[in-house]
Protein backbone atom coordinates (compact mmCIF):
# COMPACT_ATOMS: atom_id res chain seq x y z
CA UNK A 1 0.00 0.00 0.00
CA UNK A 2 1.69 3.64 -1.05
CA UNK A 3 -0.58 6.12 1.01
CA UNK A 4 -0.02 10.18 0.26
CA UNK A 5 0.74 12.50 3.10
CA UNK A 6 -1.31 15.39 1.35
CA UNK A 7 -3.95 15.60 -1.62
CA UNK A 8 -5.61 18.47 -3.75
CA UNK A 9 -9.04 17.51 -3.25
CA UNK A 10 -10.59 18.63 -6.52
CA UNK A 11 -13.17 17.84 -8.98
CA UNK A 12 -15.65 18.60 -10.95
CA UNK A 13 -16.58 22.08 -9.38
CA UNK A 14 -13.25 23.29 -9.68
CA UNK A 15 -13.42 22.51 -13.40
CA UNK A 16 -16.45 24.46 -13.75
CA UNK A 17 -15.77 27.29 -12.36
CA UNK A 18 -12.52 27.32 -14.06
CA UNK A 19 -14.44 26.80 -17.25
CA UNK A 20 -16.85 30.02 -17.07
CA UNK A 21 -13.69 32.08 -16.57
CA UNK A 22 -12.17 30.90 -19.97
CA UNK A 23 -15.27 31.30 -21.66
CA UNK A 24 -15.53 35.30 -20.38
CA UNK A 25 -12.36 36.31 -21.65
CA UNK A 26 -11.36 37.64 -18.35
CA UNK A 27 -8.23 36.39 -16.47
CA UNK A 28 -7.25 39.24 -14.76
CA UNK A 29 -8.56 41.53 -11.70
CA UNK A 30 -12.38 40.66 -12.66
CA UNK A 31 -15.49 39.61 -10.72
CA UNK A 32 -14.20 36.77 -9.48
CA UNK A 33 -11.41 37.81 -7.45
CA UNK A 34 -13.75 40.35 -6.36
CA UNK A 35 -15.96 37.52 -5.06
CA UNK A 36 -13.63 35.34 -3.57
CA UNK A 37 -11.68 38.07 -1.63
CA UNK A 38 -15.67 38.69 -0.51
CA UNK A 39 -16.37 35.38 0.64
CA UNK A 40 -13.16 34.46 2.56
CA UNK A 41 -13.42 37.96 4.37
CA UNK A 42 -16.70 37.01 5.58
CA UNK A 43 -15.63 32.99 6.34
CA UNK A 44 -12.70 34.48 8.51
CA UNK A 45 -14.59 37.47 9.94
CA UNK A 46 -12.91 40.54 8.87
CA UNK A 47 -14.10 43.22 6.70
CA UNK A 48 -11.28 43.27 4.27
CA UNK A 49 -9.42 40.12 2.15
CA UNK A 50 -7.18 41.14 -0.37
CA UNK A 51 -5.89 38.38 -2.85
CA UNK A 52 -2.59 37.65 -4.04
CA UNK A 53 -0.49 35.48 -5.94
CA UNK A 54 1.05 33.50 -3.03
CA UNK A 55 1.33 33.47 0.98
CA UNK A 56 4.79 34.88 0.40
CA UNK A 57 3.56 37.79 -1.38
CA UNK A 58 0.62 38.30 1.14
CA UNK A 59 3.28 38.17 4.21
CA UNK A 60 5.50 40.59 2.15
CA UNK A 61 2.31 43.27 1.00
CA UNK A 62 1.23 43.25 5.36
CA UNK A 63 4.44 44.01 6.33
CA UNK A 64 5.07 47.06 3.89
CA UNK A 65 1.60 48.23 4.43
CA UNK A 66 2.09 48.65 8.46
CA UNK A 67 5.87 50.47 7.16
CA UNK A 68 8.23 47.97 7.76
CA UNK A 69 11.07 49.03 5.83
CA UNK A 70 14.94 48.96 5.74
CA UNK A 71 16.87 48.76 8.74
CA UNK A 72 13.61 47.57 11.11
CA UNK A 73 13.37 44.61 13.03
CA UNK A 74 11.00 41.76 13.02
CA UNK A 75 10.36 39.17 15.57
CA UNK A 76 10.06 35.94 14.01
CA UNK A 77 9.66 32.12 15.15
CA UNK A 78 12.70 29.55 14.20
CA UNK A 79 10.21 27.39 13.62
CA UNK A 80 8.68 27.45 10.00
CA UNK A 81 8.61 27.44 6.49
CA UNK A 82 11.65 30.14 5.19
CA UNK A 83 9.01 32.47 3.35
CA UNK A 84 8.05 33.94 6.74
CA UNK A 85 11.51 35.39 7.02
CA UNK A 86 12.03 35.95 3.02
CA UNK A 87 9.26 38.38 2.77
CA UNK A 88 11.13 40.43 6.18
CA UNK A 89 14.28 40.45 3.69
CA UNK A 90 12.33 41.40 0.54
CA UNK A 91 11.33 44.79 2.59
CA UNK A 92 15.28 45.06 3.64
CA UNK A 93 14.30 44.48 7.12
CA UNK A 94 16.26 42.16 10.10
CA UNK A 95 14.95 38.83 11.57
CA UNK A 96 15.06 38.81 14.87
CA UNK A 97 14.15 35.30 16.49
CA UNK A 98 11.28 34.39 19.35
CA UNK A 99 11.66 30.59 20.58
CA UNK A 100 8.57 28.65 20.64
CA UNK A 101 6.21 27.02 23.45
CA UNK A 102 7.43 23.00 23.61
CA UNK A 103 3.16 22.36 23.87
CA UNK A 104 2.23 24.19 20.44
CA UNK A 105 5.52 24.38 18.55
CA UNK A 106 4.85 28.19 17.83
CA UNK A 107 6.29 31.66 19.26
CA UNK A 108 6.62 31.81 23.21
CA UNK A 109 5.25 35.10 24.17
CA UNK A 110 7.29 34.58 27.34
CA UNK A 111 10.29 35.04 24.50
CA UNK A 112 9.37 38.15 23.31
CA UNK A 113 11.01 40.09 25.66
CA UNK A 114 14.45 38.96 25.19
CA UNK A 115 13.85 39.74 21.02
CA UNK A 116 12.44 43.10 21.84
CA UNK A 117 14.96 46.25 20.36
CA UNK A 118 14.92 49.47 20.08
CA UNK A 119 14.82 48.61 16.07
CA UNK A 120 11.46 46.23 16.39
CA UNK A 121 8.56 47.25 14.06
CA UNK A 122 6.28 43.90 13.99
CA UNK A 123 6.50 40.76 15.02
CA UNK A 124 5.21 37.81 12.90
CA UNK A 125 3.70 34.56 15.34
CA UNK A 126 3.15 31.73 12.91
CA UNK A 127 0.56 29.26 13.49
CA UNK A 128 2.30 26.30 12.76
CA UNK A 129 0.70 22.99 10.93
CA UNK A 130 -2.56 23.87 11.89
CA UNK A 131 -2.19 24.90 15.83
CA UNK A 132 -2.63 28.90 17.15
CA UNK A 133 -0.02 31.01 18.17
CA UNK A 134 -1.51 33.01 21.38
CA UNK A 135 -1.83 36.41 19.44
CA UNK A 136 -3.07 38.45 21.58
CA UNK A 137 -0.35 37.72 24.36
CA UNK A 138 2.19 38.08 21.95
CA UNK A 139 0.86 41.38 20.89
CA UNK A 140 0.55 42.78 24.43
CA UNK A 141 3.83 41.12 25.56
CA UNK A 142 5.46 43.34 22.57
CA UNK A 143 3.62 46.16 23.54
CA UNK A 144 4.78 45.84 27.47
CA UNK A 145 8.64 45.42 26.03
CA UNK A 146 9.26 47.44 23.34
CA UNK A 147 7.10 50.16 25.84
CA UNK A 148 4.81 51.31 21.68
CA UNK A 149 2.95 49.32 19.49
CA UNK A 150 4.34 47.07 17.73
CA UNK A 151 2.31 45.72 14.47
CA UNK A 152 0.86 41.94 14.64
CA UNK A 153 0.73 40.16 11.63
CA UNK A 154 -0.47 36.56 11.70
CA UNK A 155 1.11 34.15 9.40
CA UNK A 156 -1.63 31.88 9.04
CA UNK A 157 -0.60 30.27 5.94
CA UNK A 158 -1.37 26.26 7.83
CA UNK A 159 -3.79 27.40 9.87
CA UNK A 160 -7.06 27.80 7.40
CA UNK A 161 -10.46 27.80 10.01
CA UNK A 162 -7.84 27.89 13.14
CA UNK A 163 -8.85 29.59 16.51
CA UNK A 164 -8.45 30.13 20.28
CA UNK A 165 -11.20 31.34 21.69
CA UNK A 166 -13.80 32.02 19.28
CA UNK A 167 -11.44 34.35 17.15
CA UNK A 168 -10.61 32.74 13.98
CA UNK A 169 -6.70 32.96 13.23
CA UNK A 170 -6.37 35.97 10.64
CA UNK A 171 -8.81 37.87 12.17
CA UNK A 172 -6.31 38.27 15.68
CA UNK A 173 -3.21 40.75 14.82
CA UNK A 174 -3.21 43.71 12.42
CA UNK A 175 -3.50 41.66 9.71
CA UNK A 176 -3.15 37.71 8.89
CA UNK A 177 -1.45 35.91 5.89
CA UNK A 178 -2.55 32.58 4.04
CA UNK A 179 -1.73 30.69 1.67
CA UNK A 180 -3.80 28.52 -1.03
CA UNK A 181 -0.91 26.54 -2.27
CA UNK A 182 -2.04 22.61 -3.75
CA UNK A 183 -1.64 21.26 -0.26
CA UNK A 184 -2.88 23.47 1.88
CA UNK A 185 -6.37 23.60 4.00
CA UNK A 186 -8.17 24.96 0.52
CA UNK A 187 -6.06 25.80 -3.16
CA UNK A 188 -6.77 28.09 -5.38
CA UNK A 189 -3.48 25.92 -7.21
CA UNK A 190 -1.30 28.60 -5.96
CA UNK A 191 -2.06 32.05 -4.11
CA UNK A 192 -2.42 34.28 -1.14
CA UNK A 193 -4.60 36.66 0.81
CA UNK A 194 -4.04 38.96 3.36
CA UNK A 195 -6.96 39.64 5.90
CA UNK A 196 -7.17 42.59 7.71
CA UNK A 197 -10.01 44.62 9.84
CA UNK A 198 -7.83 47.72 9.21
CA UNK A 199 -9.00 49.90 5.80
CA UNK A 200 -5.28 51.22 5.44
CA UNK A 201 -3.94 48.17 5.44
CA UNK A 202 -6.35 46.97 2.49
CA UNK A 203 -6.64 49.91 1.07
CA UNK A 204 -2.21 49.63 0.64
CA UNK A 205 -2.45 46.16 -0.14
CA UNK A 206 -4.64 46.58 -2.94
CA UNK A 207 -1.70 49.00 -4.56
CA UNK A 208 0.44 47.09 -3.28
CA UNK A 209 0.01 43.92 -5.17
CA UNK A 210 -0.28 45.99 -8.54
CA UNK A 211 2.72 47.70 -9.43
CA UNK A 212 2.12 50.52 -6.79
CA UNK A 213 -0.40 51.84 -9.35
CA UNK A 214 -4.12 53.88 -9.20
CA UNK A 215 -5.72 53.45 -12.12
CA UNK A 216 -3.90 53.02 -15.16
CA UNK A 217 -1.22 54.96 -15.14
CA UNK A 218 -0.32 56.71 -12.07
CA UNK A 219 2.14 54.52 -9.92
CA UNK A 220 2.14 55.95 -6.15
CA UNK A 221 4.61 53.72 -4.59
CA UNK A 222 6.56 50.58 -4.87
CA UNK A 223 4.74 47.55 -5.27
CA UNK A 224 4.92 44.21 -7.22
CA UNK A 225 2.95 41.85 -9.80
CA UNK A 226 1.30 40.27 -6.83
CA UNK A 227 -2.34 40.00 -8.10
CA UNK A 228 -4.15 37.12 -7.97
CA UNK A 229 -5.74 35.39 -11.42
CA UNK A 230 -9.68 35.21 -12.01
CA UNK A 231 -8.30 31.58 -13.28
CA UNK A 232 -7.11 31.13 -9.15
CA UNK A 233 -10.24 32.48 -7.73
CA UNK A 234 -12.44 30.28 -9.81
CA UNK A 235 -10.76 27.72 -8.13
CA UNK A 236 -10.66 29.08 -4.47
CA UNK A 237 -14.34 29.84 -5.28
CA UNK A 238 -15.36 25.93 -5.81
CA UNK A 239 -13.18 25.39 -2.46
CA UNK A 240 -14.76 27.60 -0.54
CA UNK A 241 -18.08 25.47 -0.66
CA UNK A 242 -15.98 22.61 0.51
CA UNK A 243 -13.59 24.05 3.88
CA UNK A 244 -15.72 23.40 6.88
CA UNK A 245 -16.35 19.78 5.08
CA UNK A 246 -12.31 19.41 4.50
CA UNK A 247 -11.76 20.68 7.88
CA UNK A 248 -13.73 18.70 9.66
CA UNK A 249 -12.95 15.73 8.31
CA UNK A 250 -9.15 16.38 8.87
CA UNK A 251 -10.13 17.36 12.60
CA UNK A 252 -11.87 13.72 13.04
CA UNK A 253 -8.91 11.72 11.41
CA UNK A 254 -6.41 13.45 13.51
CA UNK A 255 -8.49 12.92 16.73
CA UNK A 256 -9.41 9.14 15.68
CA UNK A 257 -5.28 8.76 14.82
CA UNK A 258 -4.61 10.13 18.30
CA UNK A 259 -7.02 7.99 20.26
CA UNK A 260 -5.44 5.12 18.08
CA UNK A 261 -1.38 6.06 18.93
CA UNK A 262 -2.07 7.10 22.61
CA UNK A 263 -0.48 4.13 23.82
CA UNK A 264 2.61 4.42 21.52
CA UNK A 265 5.40 5.62 24.17
CA UNK A 266 8.18 6.96 21.76
CA UNK A 267 5.33 9.23 19.89
CA UNK A 268 4.41 12.99 21.64
CA UNK A 269 0.69 13.78 20.42
CA UNK A 270 -0.92 17.06 19.91
CA UNK A 271 -1.95 18.93 23.26
CA UNK A 272 -4.90 20.89 22.06
CA UNK A 273 -6.34 23.05 24.65
CA UNK A 274 -10.37 23.37 24.85
CA UNK A 275 -9.77 26.82 23.74
CA UNK A 276 -8.07 25.99 20.88
CA UNK A 277 -9.92 25.02 17.43
CA UNK A 278 -6.85 22.87 15.66
CA UNK A 279 -7.29 22.03 12.17
CA UNK A 280 -4.48 20.16 11.26
CA UNK A 281 -2.50 21.18 8.70
CA UNK A 282 0.03 18.49 9.96
CA UNK A 283 -1.01 15.14 12.57
CA UNK A 284 1.96 16.12 14.30
CA UNK A 285 3.66 13.72 16.25
CA UNK A 286 7.15 14.38 18.03
CA UNK A 287 9.34 11.26 18.27
CA UNK A 288 11.80 10.05 21.51
CA UNK A 289 14.44 8.77 19.47
CA UNK A 290 15.82 7.33 22.56
CA UNK A 291 12.44 5.30 23.68
CA UNK A 292 11.88 4.15 19.71
CA UNK A 293 15.62 3.17 18.93
CA UNK A 294 16.34 4.71 16.08
CA UNK A 295 16.49 8.41 14.66
CA UNK A 296 13.70 9.96 12.95
CA UNK A 297 15.43 9.74 9.88
CA UNK A 298 15.61 5.97 9.97
CA UNK A 299 11.70 6.06 10.97
CA UNK A 300 11.21 8.17 8.08
CA UNK A 301 12.96 5.92 5.82
CA UNK A 302 11.20 2.93 6.97
CA UNK A 303 7.68 4.08 7.01
CA UNK A 304 8.62 4.95 3.27
CA UNK A 305 9.93 1.64 2.64
CA UNK A 306 6.50 0.69 3.84
CA UNK A 307 4.44 2.98 1.78
CA UNK A 308 3.59 5.18 4.36
CA UNK A 309 4.69 9.43 3.13
CA UNK A 310 5.04 11.80 6.14
CA UNK A 311 6.23 15.68 6.06
CA UNK A 312 9.27 16.46 6.97
CA UNK A 313 10.24 19.85 6.10
CA UNK A 314 11.92 22.11 8.87
CA UNK A 315 15.40 19.44 10.03
CA UNK A 316 17.21 22.83 11.92
CA UNK A 317 15.72 26.00 13.13
CA UNK A 318 15.94 28.95 10.45
CA UNK A 319 18.40 30.86 12.35
CA UNK A 320 20.54 28.08 10.76
CA UNK A 321 19.34 27.99 7.29
CA UNK A 322 22.74 28.75 4.80
CA UNK A 323 21.55 32.57 3.34
CA UNK A 324 21.16 33.53 7.06
CA UNK A 325 24.93 32.92 8.00
CA UNK A 326 26.59 33.11 4.21
CA UNK A 327 24.31 34.74 1.94
CA UNK A 328 22.34 37.43 2.96
CA UNK A 329 21.04 40.15 1.10
CA UNK A 330 23.21 43.05 0.76
CA UNK A 331 20.99 46.09 1.91
CA UNK A 332 20.17 43.11 5.54
CA UNK A 333 24.31 42.37 5.56
CA UNK A 334 25.43 45.47 6.07
CA UNK A 335 22.91 46.35 8.59
CA UNK A 336 23.54 42.77 10.13
CA UNK A 337 27.60 43.72 10.64
CA UNK A 338 26.86 47.13 12.01
CA UNK A 339 24.70 45.79 14.37
CA UNK A 340 26.95 42.71 15.45
CA UNK A 341 23.92 40.62 14.73
CA UNK A 342 25.37 37.16 14.45
CA UNK A 343 23.04 34.15 13.64
CA UNK A 344 25.50 31.13 13.86
CA UNK A 345 25.31 32.12 17.87
CA UNK A 346 21.84 32.05 18.28
CA UNK A 347 20.82 28.41 20.10
CA UNK A 348 17.30 28.44 21.32
CA UNK A 349 16.52 25.32 23.61
CA UNK A 350 12.98 24.67 22.93
CA UNK A 351 13.18 24.57 18.98
CA UNK A 352 16.58 22.62 19.13
CA UNK A 353 14.93 19.96 21.12
CA UNK A 354 12.10 19.18 19.09
CA UNK A 355 12.77 20.76 15.19
CA UNK A 356 14.79 17.26 13.79
CA UNK A 357 12.03 14.84 15.42
CA UNK A 358 8.37 16.72 14.42
CA UNK A 359 6.61 14.37 11.66
CA UNK A 360 3.50 15.31 9.68
CA UNK A 361 1.62 12.22 9.17
CA UNK A 362 -0.85 11.76 6.61
CA UNK A 363 -4.19 13.65 7.12
CA UNK A 364 -5.74 14.33 4.35
CA UNK A 365 -9.31 14.45 4.01
CA UNK A 366 -9.88 11.62 1.76
CA UNK A 367 -8.01 9.26 4.01
CA UNK A 368 -9.65 5.86 4.08
CA UNK A 369 -10.29 3.68 7.10
CA UNK A 370 -8.27 0.94 5.80
CA UNK A 371 -5.76 3.77 5.19
CA UNK A 372 -5.73 5.06 8.57
CA UNK A 373 -5.64 1.68 9.95
CA UNK A 374 -2.49 0.80 7.75
CA UNK A 375 -0.56 4.08 9.38
CA UNK A 376 -1.72 2.45 12.67
CA UNK A 377 -0.20 -1.33 12.36
CA UNK A 378 2.90 0.30 10.48
CA UNK A 379 3.54 2.55 13.34
CA UNK A 380 3.27 -0.04 15.76
CA UNK A 381 5.10 -2.91 14.38
CA UNK A 382 8.29 -0.08 13.82
CA UNK A 383 8.57 0.32 17.53
CA UNK A 384 10.74 -1.36 20.07
CA UNK A 385 7.67 -3.65 21.05
CA UNK A 386 6.37 -4.27 17.27
Known amino acids: MKIKVADPITGADEIARVAEVIRSGNFVSGKTVVEFERRFADWVGVRHCVAVNSGTAALQAALAAVDVGPGDEVIVPPLTFFSTIMAVMQQGAIPVFCDISRDTYCMDAAGIAAAMTPNVKAVVPVHYFGHVADVRAIALEAKRAGGRKIATIEDAAQAHGSAINGETVGAIGDAGCYSFFATKHMTTGEGGAVTTNDDAIAN ?11 GRNDHLMMGYNYRMSELNAAIGLAQMDKIEDLNARRIAIC ?3 TRRLADIDWITLPKIPNNIRHTYFWMHIEVDEEKLGMSTQDLI ?4 ENGVE ?3 RYVEPLYKQPVLNENLPRQVRDVVTERGISYK ?3 MPNVEAVVSRLLGLPNRPNLSTEEMDYIVKTLKGLGPQG
Not at 204 to 214: A, D, L
Not at 301 to 304: A, S
Open 345 to 347: DIS
Open 310 to 312: VRH
Open 204 to 214: YCRTFRSHGMH
Open 301 to 304: RKLG
Open 255 to 257: QEL
